[in-house]
């Protein structure tokens, strides 16, 4: 039995500071597991009692005379680092829950005991959940068990449920119970000393009885390796689908940077990317996580594996059928919203439903079958819907009339959409009216809501994840770099204690990775500038050089189009000029001749590094419309291809790039390998802190992109 296994499906259980005075910790822990039915063997640990609830009681676990699987800690911190874990060592405990608070979260000494404890553990080969965490829950018939501080034990089912946050716990655990659902495991992770999310997720996946994934996330340490985890379990020919609610989602923004990117980017943007990266759904509410879970459970068959093979939409075409005409209306807005489209009926499929349906009725898309159907008339139209080739997957609503009868189409439903390949979602508004349907329906497997938003948004769901199932996979872009080059002029400026990178040094950077560059050389009177000028070849661009001006523009010191000596030294005095006004302290090193760029559409292309995720990739339109429209996406790096292809069509404004009102088509294959060029140079480059290529001009298909302006600040210790 392995660590993971040890703390879902122990075959013993110690509780150690198992107590008999009702409401502490270690009583309702060891009551919950006792009265939960649990398939092992359970054994009390504590030194003052003789017995805990009619169970013999043992001083020490060393006193224990049997092998255990998983120790129960509840006893405080400065106890457990002192003796407890010590004995857990020396007894071989293969994983432990340590309920307990006060390590990391209280400050630096409950952190050292935290490290401590996981130093221990990891010697000793032991899995540690927690601290300071609700417990684990595992309803399955075969272990029925319920180490957690919850007093209820929730019906067998298939989802999993991973926590950071035990106080949610409980709450998630009656709302599951209101909405009839069960769970495969429940598991609440706490400060995360050892088990994380990627640990658990892997277990998971290869878990016959989990099909779908929850997890509540507050922090992730290890991104890379999370997404390395999701990743592997969303995609291949077994994907486990994972649903995520992120709290924090509205932080005040990122702190104070000197780069575009990192003045955009924020927490957020690294979570975004995640989910972009690895196909995770995300849920804003925990009802809307539950109406997720909802829609990935619908069953069409289990394989041969034990995983079961869900019905998909392959397509975004909707069809919706309703017997009024207003909750028709709310579903085909939220089609909209949700990136599907309401499927357009061929002549074909009209003339069916004329068939079946009284003339009053609607026989286009919603299909209103009036407020007097009966369960027949529901199983034409759906019927009629679901063999139509333009359409992908349905959605079912009913609203409760007198003459309704609400078993019966419940009935009927499910027996069209057994027969079909494709999708059906079930709105039967109200409570008690409906709930006879609502039952037969959810008793069959088939996803059922209380509005036609919900139903819509879980089909959406399921969708954007067959979307990603089977997104395309590019064939990798062969690239060559001088990283020798660029790590010693790394090196060097670091050497120096030169943090900001201009211009000049960045374009040497960025060359050496692939990025056409323009010619640029720096001039310090307005004489040298215009002799520069002239053997680059007017016309030119002139930008202010100055450690203390960041954003040139800014500071108006930039000028273009410059096509003369005489217009150049007369630009030279007023970039100068301005940019002493701007900023009375600004070290002016001089002027940046530049040969001016072709035409072409501005984006930008950034990165900001955060500690425990790495490189944050950014792309979006570029110029002055960067803070404007903020139209920019995020990825975390490295990344490939793939990934870089789907940056660029996730912007807004990405049908300016395709031939948008007759203008050229952009090089977006160049796009693409700039985007992996620099992906693959912060990630070589860890002393790189932030970088902006802003703009890079994407000139038309097969003219390539050029860097019109760049700047680099390093990482200085």
Known sequence: MNGIDAIFSPKS??????????????????QNILKGGFQGVL????????????????????????????????????????????????????????????????????????????????????????????????????????????????????ISFISQSGALCTSVLDFAADRDFGFSKFISIGNKADVVESDLLQYLHNDPDTDVIMIYLEELRDGPKFIRAVKEITSGE?????????????????????????????????????????????????????????????????????????????????????????????????????????????????????????????????????????????????????????????????????MSDVLGTAEVIAQVARKSPKPVMCCFMGVEDVSPGVKYLQQNGYPVYMFPENAVKSLAAVYHFYQWQTRKRLPQLKLTHDSGTVSKAISDYMARGQAYLGELEGLEILKAYGFHTLPTILATTREEAARVSSSIGFPVVMKIVSPQIIHKSDARGVLVGLDTPDAVMAAYDTIVKNAKEFNLKAEITGVLIQQMAPKGEEVILGMNRYKGFGPLVMFGLGGVFVELFKDVVFRLAPFGRNEARRMIQGIKGYKIFTGFRNKPKGDLDTVERMLVNLATLVAKHPEIKELDINPLLVHPEGEGATVADCRIILETI
Not at 108 to 113: I, K, L, T, V
Not at 242 to 258: E, F, H, P, Q, Y
């Open 43 to 158: 054994f009390p640990v504590n030194p003052k009692a003789k017995s805990i609830l009619s169970v013999k009681s043992y001083a020490s676990i060393l006193d224990v005379p049997d092998e255990v699987d998983l120790a129960i800690i509840t006893l405080p911190p400065k106890v457990i680092m002192e003796t407890t874990l010590d004995e857990c060592i020396q007894k071989k405990v293969r994983a432990l829950v340590v309920v307990s608070a006060g390590f990391r979260e209280v400050g630096s000494e409950g952190r050292s005991m935290e490290d401590e404890l996981a130093r221990k553990c990891k010697e000793a080969n032991i899995r540690v959940v927690g601290p300071n965490c609700l417990g684990v829950i595992n309803p399955k018939a075969n272990v029925q068990m319920n180490a957690s501080f919850s007093t209820r034990m929730p019906e067998e089912g298939n």
């Open 13 to 30: 259980i110690a509780v150690i500071g198992a107590s008999s005075i009702p409401g502490k910790v270690g009583h309702d822990i060891f």
């Open 238 to 402: 077994n994907p486990t689908p994972v649903l995520v609610i992120k709290s924090g989602r509205t932080s005040a923004g990122a702190k104070a940077a000197a780069s575009h990117t990192g003045a955009l980017a924020g927490s957020e943007a690294v979570y975004d990317a995640i989910f972009q990266q690895t196909g995770i759904i995300r849920a804003s509410t925990i009802d809307e996580l539950f109406d997720f879970a909802n829609a990935f459970t619908f069953k069409k068959s289990r394989s041969t594996l034990g995983k079961m093979t869900r019905k998909m939409p392959v397509g975004r075409n909707v069809a919706i059928i309703t017997n009024a005409g207003g909750p028709g209306i709310l579903a085909t807005d939220m089609v909209m919203a949700s990136g599907l489209k309401l499927a357009q009926f061929s002549e074909k499929t009209v003339k069916e439903l004329k068939k079946y349906l009284p003339p009053v009725a609607n026989f286009h898309n919603p299909i209103d079958v009036i407020g007097d159907a009966d369960a027949t008339r529901y199983e034409h139209a759906l019927n009629v819907a679901l063999n139509a080739e333009e359409v992908n997957s349905a959605i079912v609503i009913l609203t409760p009339q007198s």
